[in-house]
C-alpha cells in the first residue's frame, strides 16, 4: 500500500471521529450524562481532525461559546497546514505521490 494512501486514509477516519464525538458530546450535554473531557476533544483535533471538530462544532452548535474552542481549534489547524505546507514544499525530504 501506498504511504500516501494510508496518512490520507488516517486524515479521514481521525475527521470523522472529531465530528462523532462533538455531537456525542452535544448529546450527553442535552441528557446530562457523562461528558467527553475537553482535553480529549483537543487531543483529536491535534492529531489531525481539526477540521472535523471544527465542522462538528458549527454544525452541532457546540463548545460555539467557549473561546478555547472557537480560536484553539482553528489555531490547531493553521498550525497543522504550516506543518504540512513545510514538509510538503521546503522540507529537505523529498515526497513523492506515485
Known amino acids: 500500500m501506498n504511504v500516501i494512501f494510508i496518512l490520507i486514509l488516517y486524515v479521514i477516519i481521525v475527521n470523522i471521529v472529531g465530528f462523532a464525538e462533538m455531537g456525542a458530546d452535544k448529546r450527553r450535554a442535552r441528557k446530562g450524562a457523562y461528558r467527553i473531557p475537553e482535553a480529549n476533544l483537543f487531543?483529536?483535533?491535534?492529531?489531525?481532525?481539526?477540521?472535523?471538530?471544527?465542522?462538528?462544532?458549527?454544525?452541532?452548535?457546540?463548545?460555539?461559546?467557549h473561546m478555547s474552542f472557537v480560536f484553539g481549534m482553528p489555531a490547531i489547524l493553521i498550525a497543522q497546514l504550516a506543518v504540512l505546507g513545510y514538509l510538503l514544499f521546503a522540507a529537505p525530504i523529498r515526497f513523492t505521490f506515485m
Open 43 to 65: 487531543l483529536t483535533a491535534v492529531i489531525g481532525g481539526s477540521i472535523g471538530c471544527i465542522i462538528g462544532m458549527y454544525v452541532f452548535r457546540h463548545k460555539t461559546r
